[in-house]
């Protein structure tokens, strides 16, 4: 036995990982995407060389994997399970005595292994790949675009300088009509540049655009000469031939990684501890400065300190000297000339403004360190989150898959899909509002796991019970129920049939179900009054057992070979004890809505129609029991 479920482990691992690697590539290449359409306004136009951008397109892969490990988990645990659930594998395999969750151990197993290594991941490598990334990134946008000057329109790409050219030859590489506004030393100082033709290239070290002018002018703005005179003179100069070197740096400077580094992208859990540590120790500090200056510092802007100077030579003093009568400051002030007090007024109010303002800044910039405090607890948390939503995701994927038992990719990936935006939408809902301060950062972070983990417990536990999650019949009999809609029986026709009908025992079902139903007739068969239904309604219990009845007699019936006996079948009603024929269990709810006639009358009336429907299908089944009954008799007398 363990040689067989050794063979099977085998099995399903050689299941799971080639549908894993494909998936998880499939979804890395998506995600790749979006990141290059999010991007590409950066990087159109910059003449980056293949090497560097393939680079890029490196570490923004290895930095996408915390976002396409659990889609890719998902996805191909479905696809796992629901091609075994298909090709009825799984049926086998369970039939053979062995249980839903000892197939998933080796993926379990494999699951916890990629869970851990993700944990590596994203404490050892992801933080550097980030910092190349960013730092790449950044680099790029501050690289100055290709000089690339179209026909007809001026082109002002080039700081400090704006070209224009009528027309140009592709093949020579030569500019004809050009005109060249030189405004680097500001408007005032500008230089125009006419040529008939030129020809552009760059230097070697690519910092300079190279121009060479053929047969032109160029004009001078000279105010920098006479500076105070309104009338500027300018000069023109007449030129066949002239060179001149636009700054204009083309290559790619890359950026240092240590200010990335800092940042908390690029830190691993230990510098994250460390930094969340020394930032909240001067968190404190400063607060408690500025606790400390509130409580010594008066209103006035006078520290108490310089007259608090020691609680003990204080209260020594305070028991020696005499009590001091507070100082009538309303007299003093009205002793004062209008203009001291006016001067007076003007000066508390620049103290109190200053005060205001530094109390202002003082708080801006306790806010700015608390959020970066909340950026750096948030990264942390990052850490765990990637491990745990894998490990939530299998226990997903998986037991959906043996539920739905759909293989392939089409199913699969549309669950997939749903799920994980779900996922995404939670999650990114949970960062924003914890890196806006206005949950915890622990309960942001955890809130998609807090969402999905009873989602897991709840597929795992109905897939090891084979429990009907996606049976729509189920789902439509419940509602049906709810809003008390009529059921329509479906019995299909079987052509394998083991169990044979005795005719007897059918005789016997069917002349009890037609008595029950007759007997239920003569005594509910009439329009309910309105005291009678609050008081007695109709019976749930009977209701239940003469559909219980039904249902056995129809069940039983189904496995007869005669044609007739089936056809009739399906006329059988859905008999179902719905509120409706019965709102109300308790005495005391049933007098109250019984005398509060607004209510009462109201859901009177509305079950007056489901009455009705009631009378008829028991009606029914007294007809259809004594038509099966007499087809039965006669086809047994002609036997």
């Known amino acids: ?31 790749l995407m979006q990141f290059l359409w999010k991007y590409i306004d950066d990087l159109v136009g910059k003449g980056l060389s293949f090497s560097v951008l393939g680079e890029l397109f490196f570490y923004a892969a290895v930095t996408l994997v915390p976002m396409a490990l659990p889609l ?21 395999i369970k039939a053979s005595g062995i249980s839903l969750l000892k197939v998933m151990k080796p993926l379990i197993i494999l699951v916890m292994t990629i869970a851990v290594g993700a944990f590596f991941f994203q404490n050892d490598i992801l933080p550097k790949a980030q910092v190349k990334m960013w730092t790449l990134l950044f680099s790029m946008k501050q690289k100055s675009p290709e000089v690339e000057i179209p026909e007809g329109v001026f082109y002002d790409q080039i700081p400090g300088y704006s070209l224009y050219v009528k027309s140009k030859n592709r093949d020579t590489g030569i500019l004809y009509d050009v005109m060249i506004y030189d405004i680097s030393r500001g408007g005032d100082n500008s230089t125009i540049l006419l040529a008939d033709s030129a ?11 190279y121009l060479h002018l053929f047969t032109g002018e160029q004009f001078e703005n000279l105010r920098e000469q006479r500076a105070l005179d ?13 060179e001149i070197l636009i700054p204009f740096d083309a290559n790619f400077n890359r950026l240092d990684e240590g200010g990335m580094r800092k940042q908390y992208v690029g830190k691993n859990m230990e510098e994250l501890r460390n930094t969340i540590d020394s930032i909240s120790q001067r968190v404190d500090s400063i607060g408690n400065g500025y606790a400390r200056d509130l409580k010594l510092t008066a209103f006035s ?66 806010a700015d360190e608390k959020r970066s405090i909340r950026r ?46 779900f996922y995404y939408i939670i999650d990114n809902t949970g960062y924003k509002m914890a890196r806006d301060g206005r949950i915890a950062v622990w309960a942001g972070m955890w809130l998609s796991t807090s969402v999905l983990l009873p989602l897991g417990i709840f597929v795992t536990y109905k897939a090891m019970n084979d429990s009907a999650v996606f049976n729509k019949d189920l789902y439509v009999s419940l509602i049906n129920r709810l809003l008390g809609l009529s059921e329509k029986r479906h019995v299909p026709m079987k052509e394998v049939i083991i169990n044979e009908v005795s005719p007897l025992r059918a005789e016997s079902m ?3 179900l037609y008595g029950e139903s007759r007997m239920w007739l003569r005594r509910h068969g009439h329009v309910l009054s309105y005291k009678e239904y609050w008081r007695t309604g109709y019976p749930k219990d009977e209701l239940a057992r003469i559909g219980a009845l039904v249902d056995s007699t129809v069940n039983y019936l189904s496995d007869s070979r005669s044609l007739k006996v089936n056809s009739k079948l399906e006329k059988f009603p859905v008999i179902r004890p719905l509120w409706i024929y019965h709102p109300v269990s308790r005495r005391w709810l049933r007098l109250t809505l019984e005398i509060f006639v607004p209510a009462g009358g109201l859901i009177y009336l ?34």
């Open 72 to 92: 890719a988990i998902l996805l191909a645990s479905l696809m796992t399970f629901g091609n075994l659930g298909e090709r009825s594998e799984l049926t086998a």
């Open 301 to 366: 802007g006078v520290m108490r300190s310089t007259y608090l100077s020691d609680k003990k030579e204080n209260k020594e003093e305070n028991k020696t000297a005499s009590p001091v009568k507070p100082m009538p400051l309303d007299s003093l002030l009205s002793a004062l000339t209008p203009v001291e007090q006016n001067d007076i007024y003007n000066s508390a109010r620049t103290l109190t403004n200053n005060r205001v303002s530094e109390l202002e800044f003082r708080a801006l910039t306790m």
């Open 230 to 242: 309104r009338n500027v003179p300018f000069r023109r100069e007449s030129f066949a031939d002239k």
């Open 1 to 31: 036995m363990s040689r067989i479920v050794k063979r099977l482990y085998l099995f399903i691992l050689k299941s799971f990982l080639p549908l894993f690697a494909m998936t998880f590539f499939i979804v890395l290449f998506i995600v």
């Open 510 to 512: 069917l002349a009890r």
């Open 199 to 209: 020809r552009m290239a760059f230097t070697k070290d690519s910092r300079y655009l």
């Open 606 to 639: 509305l079950s007056l129609p489901y009455c009705k429907r009631l009378r008829s299908e028991f009606a029914a089944v007294e007809k259809n029991s004594l038509e099966e009954l007499r087809i039965i008799k006669e086809e047994n007398k002609n036997d």
């Open 376 to 421: 750096h607890e948030i990264e942390l948390i990052k850490k765990f989150t990637l491990s745990v939503a894998c490990i939530i995701f299998f226990f997903i994927g998986a037991p959906l898959g043996a539920i739905i038992r759909k293989g392939g990719l089409g199913t699969p990936l549309v669950i997939s899909v749903l799920l994980f935006l």
